[in-house]
């Protein structure tokens, strides 16, 4: 997994068809056929071993004009989800993760190194912090934190979409 986010980062919105994308997908063990079932407009290649997901969709179902308005049906990698140990039944992502990121990091770290976020989401109740999100390098990272503690437990980064 040693530069997995770098290797990965100039393939979001590359179609599934493209060589550069098919090279990283065998680079990293899937070699399985890749569609969209007819009536979905996105599917996951999934790795709890390994602890991460990739999304392929649409392009026209992607919430951003530059990719939407591809002339094509075939797939585009979209998105990565990168989780910590357990969450969803995955094993803990052992590379690097986006932003120099650790699955330890609190809140507090994660605004040094990222920045203020664009968005925050909070428990409409409690005021817990539930999410935030950043654009860094025309990428969206999104982070959901742990309900019993400070840190992340899933972490995505990909093309921006307006939602």
């Given amino acids: 997994m040693d530069n997995f986010t770098q290797a990965l980062a100039p393939l979001f919105g590359r179609r599934i068809d493209t060589s550069e994308v098919n090279s990283f997908l065998l680079s990293i063990g899937v070699n399985e056929q890749i569609q969209i079932a007819s009536d979905d407009d996105s599917t996951y290649v999934t790795r709890p071993a390994q602890g991460f997901s990739l999304l392929f969709k649409d392009p026209t179902a992607t919430k951003n004009p530059t990719y939407a308005k591809m002339p094509t049906d075939a797939p585009v990698l979209t998105r990565c989800f990168f989780y910590s140990e357990g969450h969803e039944g995955y094993r803990q992502f052992a590379g690097e993760l986006p932003?120099?990121?650790?699955?330890?990091?609190?809140?507090?770290?994660?605004?040094?190194?990222?920045?203020?976020?664009?968005?925050?989401?909070?428990?409409?109740?409690?005021?817990?912090?539930?999410?935030?999100?950043?654009?860094?390098?025309?990428?969206?990272?999104?982070?959901?934190?742990?309900?019993?503690?400070?840190?992340?437990?899933?972490?995505?980064?990909?093309?921006?979409?307006?939602?």
């Fill in 99 to 163: 932003g120099h990121l650790s699955f330890q990091d609190t809140h507090e770290k994660i605004h040094e190194k990222l920045g203020q976020p664009l968005q925050q989401r909070t428990h409409h109740k409690s005021g817990r912090l539930l999410s935030e999100r950043w654009e860094i390098e025309n990428l969206a990272i999104f982070i959901t934190y742990a309900k019993d503690r400070d840190g992340m437990v899933n972490l995505s980064f990909g093309i921006i979409e307006h939602f």
